[in-house]
């Protein structure tokens, strides 16, 4: 490392970041120039694929690239380590030239522009070089406290950190090493040109997942959907409610227990992000090294993975004896809606089976009806008896018999219909047309005892019109279908 210099170490989920980590690659060739290989790290293209990311979790190498310049450090690495690809760059160039640390980090935010959409997070470290840690630096870079915490790290590096919100996704680092622990200040922050990755780096990594699993539990509003849950058992219906209503009150809680934002989910979310959190907190220790012991960013980042691992551990207590209670109440609405529909099944079969009684009942009295008139016709004319009825009286007694005919055939037909709106029309009609032979009947013969001759055509219409409407309409209140 020189004078002044940006390291950025870059974190980002593998499988998951290649398009966009494999883009920023090409553009630190075209864009910084780097554009030579490390041979003795790495090859010099990045190629993401899932056979070669594959493999223990121990930290490797995938690709490696530096700038042609000898004046200058800019070179860049990725590693892949456990399920993360850290990209490390480093930024350094020659004392004379007086580039300094805001414009080294305009030069890698131009090319990198905002990763907070697809990485983990970010760590950019201002380093320099002091002859003594006693007296780190003489500049401070802006944002950072001169009478801050400062974390020294052995005799060889002195680390403090920009202060800013818990869950940011950006974390900014003032670095200073010592004059004559240079090379182990590099191989803790940067690399000793092996492929060890540096203990600093390891730190940073598993506190970037800390850090995403705090924003992942920020963006997860437990206990909107703790009080979601409280509202439903609330409002679920209790006693002997009606079958839709309980059907329904399943309906919901089975989407909130197992729906895509169930509690189901939640606690298996809460779970994972808390056992990452215990995992990453391991991990930190064993690569703080005791450091963790003194006041400082790595004392800061356990004791946010431990605040964290809590406040996770509170959450799921909560989420699983919710839902305990809304496994519960679904079993109960289960039984109830179960034994509502089955009553209701029941009444449907005992409906069903009352219709049926009444269609074997009218076929009864149809049958019955047209069998004595056919009986009756068929006596007539084996004894060649003629019925004694006037002459006008008998065209109406035929008529009558015939719509009484037709209006017991289209009742029969009206109770089997599933879909009896065309039946119920034809029962009213003939209903009328029964009506009106009654009411012709009537007149007819009321015409033969008082003139002895046939009714006038206009008596016999006035009186057959009102009654054909009084057999319509009064056949209305009988088609009412039984529930």
Avoid at 79 to 102: E, F, K, M, N
Avoid at 233 to 240: D, Q, S, T, V
């Amino acid at each position: 490392m020189d004078e002044r210099a940006l390291v950025v170490h870059l974190f980002a989920p593998a499988g998951q970041s290649a398009g966009p980590l494999e883009r920023l690659w090409r553009d630190l060739g075209d864009r910084l120039g780097m554009t030579w290989s490390i041979p003795e790290l790495g090859p010099y293209e990045l190629r993401l694929d899932e056979p070669r990311l594959a493999g223990p979790p121990r930290a490797r190498v995938l690709a490696a690239r530096q700038s042609r310049s000898r004046s200058e450090i800019v070179q860049a690495v990725v590693w892949h380590r456990h399920d993360v690809l850290a990209l490390l760059v480093a930024l350094a160039p020659p004392p004379q030239d007086g580039t300094g640390w805001a414009e080294l980090e305009a030069r890698w935010a131009e090319v990198a522009g905002d990763t907070s959409a697809w990485a983990l997070g970010e760590a950019r470290l201002l380093t320099c070089v002091a002859p003594s840690l006693d007296t780190p630096g003489d500049e401070v870079p802006d944002g950072f406290a001169a009478e801050g915490v400062r974390l020294t790290a052995g005799v060889h590096t002195v680390l403090m950190e920009e202060a800013g919100a818990e869950a940011r996704a950006l974390r900014r680092f003032f670095v200073v090493a010592a004059d004559e622990q240079r090379a182990a200040s590099d191989a803790w922050l940067w690399s000793r040109g092996t492929d060890d990755f540096p203990p600093l780096a390891a730190h940073l990594l598993h506190a970037a997942k800390v850090r995403h699993q705090l924003r992942t539990r920020e963006g997860f509003d437990a206990d909107r959907l703790l009080g979601l849950a409280d509202e439903t058992l609330r409002r679920r219906p209790c006693g002997a409610a009606a079958a839709d209503d309980l059907v329904s009150a399943r309906r919901r809680l089975s989407s909130l227990l197992a729906g895509p934002d169930g509690l189901t989910l939640a606690v298996t979310k809460t779970r994972e992000m808390e056992r990452t959190v215990q995992i990453a907190a391991a991990n930190m220790r064993q690569a703080a090294a005791g450091l963790e012991r003194e006041p400082g960013p790595l004392r800061g980042d356990l004791e946010l993975a431990g605040w964290l691992e809590q406040r996770l551990a509170d959450d799921l207590l909560y989420l699983e004896a919710t839902r305990e209670r809304v496994r519960d109440a679904l079993a109960e609405a289960i039984q109830a809606a179960d034994e509502a529909v089955q009553d209701r099944r029941e009444r449907l079969q005992r409906r069903e089976e009352a219709v049926q009684r009444r269609r074997e009942r009218i076929d009864l009295l149809q049958t019955a009806v047209i069998g004595s008139v056919l009986m009756v016709l068929a006596a007539v004319q084996a004894f060649e008896y003629r019925v004694p009825l006037p002459g006008p009286v008998t065209p109406a007694v035929i008529a009558m018999l015939g719509s009484l005919a037709l209006l017991l055939a289209t009742v029969t037909l009206w109770r089997a219909a599933d879909q009896g709106r065309g039946a119920a029309v034809a029962v009213r009609v003939f209903g009328g047309l029964a009506c009106a032979a009654l009411a012709w009947v009537a007149c007819a013969t009321l015409a033969h005892l008082v003139a002895g001759a046939a009714a006038p055509v206009w008596l016999t219409w006035t009186v057959a019109v009102p009654a054909f409407g009084l057999g319509f309409f009064g056949a209305g209140p009988y088609l009412v279908r039984p529930r």
